[in-house]
T-cell receptor, first 115, second 110 residues
Framework: EPEVTQTPSHQVTQMGQEVILRCVPI?????FYWYRQILGQKVEFLVS????????KSEIFDDQFSVERPDGSNFTLKIRSTKLEDSAMYFC?????????????FGPGTRLTVL | DAKTTQPNSMESNEEEPVHLPCNHS???????IHWYRQLPSQGPEYVIH???SNVNNRMASLAIAEDRKSSTLILHRATLRDAAVYYC???????????FGTGTLLAVQP
């Protein structure tokens, strides 16, 4: 069964450093998402991406965040200058179509620890 | 605002049915009801979704009230692997983002 993969599984960085989290969505999917979950808290939507541009983003997704689909398979989330409060699990997801009836497939997550 | 209400936690015994309720009294006519679950230390996983009619798939059944103000996720025979947080999510309008609430933590006892 196809699945979303994410690398690395755990990333440790110093405050102020840039990090890039990588995701490989399911190959024929067209819509891509990033969510995050701070330890013990809810899963929060960050951004959705379609046709090489952001289709929706949350208030969390400020100028420090960016997303890119650099080739036909990868989807990345970059945090330019990490803060302590960026420590969280980051989940990538993909779906085959837009629409309120389509399921999103989630990856296993990248645990980001900012020291 | 998740706009759904679920009990914080529920318990079940293995191999017994589980009924997980969700209230969405302000749901609009075009909002779908989605259920996801999150096993410990894993990403969310799609379970089932529906609009008006009851739905069945290999994982679960979804019973939607006639007025659509509530729904129930039914696991027909709970297993230990079903222990997870279950999220009831409304999806509608022009957005396809998932807004997670706090969900229901399901504990399954052997």
């Amino acid at each position: 069964e196809p699945e979303v993969t994410q690398t690395p599984s755990h990333q440790v960085t110093q405050m102020g450093q840039e990090v890039i989290l990588r995701c490989v969505p399911i190959s024929n999917h067209l819509y891509f998402y990033w969510y995050r979950q701070i330890l013990g808290q809810k899963v929060e939507f960050l951004v959705s991406f379609y046709n090489n541009e952001i289709s929706e983003k949350s208030e969390i997704f400020d100028d420090q965040f960016s997303v890119e689909r650099p080739d036909g398979s990868n989807f990345t989330l970059k945090i330019r200058s990490t803060k302590l409060e960026d420590s969280a699990m980051y989940f990538c997801a993909s779906s085959g179509d837009r629409g309120t009836y389509n399921e999103q497939f989630f990856g296993p997550g990248t645990r980001l620890t900012v020291l | 605002d998740a706009k759904t209400t679920q009990p914080n936690s529920m318990e079940s015994n293995e191999e017994e049915p589980v009924h997980l309720p969700c209230n969405h009294s302000t749901i609009s006519g075009t909002d779908y009801i989605h259920w996801y679950r999150q096993l410990p230390s894993q990403g969310p996983e799609y379970v089932i979704h529906g609009l008006t009619s009851n739905v069945n798939n290999r994982m679960a059944s979804l019973a939607i009230a006639e007025d659509r103000k509530s729904s129930t996720l039914i696991l027909h025979r709970a297993t230990l692997r079903d222990a997870a947080v279950y999220y009831c999510i409304r999806m509608g309008g022009a957005t396809n983002k998932l807004i997670f609430g706090t969900g229901t933590l399901l504990a399954v006892q052997p």
